[in-house]
């Protein structure tokens, strides 16, 4: 058995009872059950529809994520989420660079880098390496002007955590960022790289070794394990190169506004609805989320 979820913006309300019945008669599924009016729908499904990525498409058109999926161990144990315009909106090393005067040069390595056009931990060096004399105290002055919390994340980690998973914010980032954003959101860990810093400035160097694609699989094995569950009762979300590892092996490899060369790989694509997302494809209607 399969279950077949629809999503829409929130602020869209473009998620109709006409078009949810149109696809449960046509890929003869169960009764249709509403996790969000204008939002958010399911229903169960026998088979996976051989048309679905065709049928995906379409209702991409439409501004509607779809997302297919076996409906057994659906609501995961455990979430491993990226940090950089997945839990957030912004790319923090590309703040900074704005700050350094430098914003354009590094935001462009980074889009390339998230694309899977550079090495990442190459790219992260370079990238650091133009920060290189700003003053430590820029950091605090990011997070308070320039950082903002991606809708639905606090709903995310609430809900999860109230049900019993556990959860983990693993990025490519610095651990100076994470350790806040993690605190705000209610994360129970968080992994991230290390910036280099003396004299109250960056250095330009970045903390060995970095964190980078592998360190993300091996936080995946590591926490499963130490909680003792497999890797199919994890949830993954991100959106760049650096994450597919994970993406992949979890259970539910979630790829969120995604760059299009990582959502080409992974099954779950949300396009159009935010972290709230992640709760309805684990079969949660708003009514059930924890506000935190």
């Known amino acids: 058995m399969f279950v077949v979820t629809l999503i829409a913006a929130q602020e869209s309300a473009a998620l109709d009872t006409a078009l949810v019945e149109a696809l449960r008669n046509a890929w003869g599924g169960g009764a249709a059950r509403w996790l969000s009016p204008g939002e958010a729908a399911e229903f169960a499904v026998p088979k996976m529809p051989e048309n679905r990525w065709q049928v995906w498409q379409d209702m991409q058109d439409q501004g509607i994520d ?38 354009p040069r590094v935001a462009e390595i980074t889009a390339r880098a998230m694309n899977g056009e550079l090495d990442f931990e190459g790219a992260l ?20 002007s320039r ?3 991606m809708p639905g994340g606090r709903e995310l980690v609430a809900t999860m955590r109230g ?4 959860t983990a914010l693993v990025s490519g ?27 109250g400035a960056l ?19 590591e926490i499963s394990a130490r909680l003792g569950i497999g890797h199919d009762e994890v949830m ?29 790989e992974c ?5 159009h609805g935010d972290l709230s997302a992640l709760l309805f494809i684990q079969g949660y209607a708003r009514s059930e989320f924890v506000t935190g």
């Open 236 to 264: 993954a979300v991100g959106d760049g190169a650096n994450d597919l590892g994970m993406l992949k092996l979890a259970g539910a490899g979630v790829a969120l506004h995604a760059k299009p060369s990582v959502a080409a």
């Open 267 to 271: 099954d779950i694509r949300i396009n």
């Open 66 to 103: 779809l997302v297919v999926q076996p409906a057994q161990g659906r609501r995961k144990r455990m979430l491993l989420a990226d940090m950089d315009s997945t839990m957030i909106r912004q790319e923090c090393i590309d703040e900074l660079a704005a700050e350094a005067g430098v914003g």
């Open 173 to 199: 980032g610095f651990t100076a960022f994470t350790a806040q954003v993690a605190a705000l959101l209610g994360f129970d860990e968080h992994r991230a790289n290390t910036l280099a810093i003396a004299d």
């Open 147 to 149: 950082i903002t919390l």
């Open 125 to 144: 060096r370079e990238r650091v390496g133009l920060l290189a004399g700003l003053p430590e105290s820029v950091i605090a002055k990011v997070l308070d």
């Open 203 to 221: 250095t330009g160097a970045v903390v060995e070794p970095i964190l980078g694609r592998a360190a993300k699989v091996a936080a995946l094995e």
């Open 163 to 166: 049900a019993g998973a556990y």
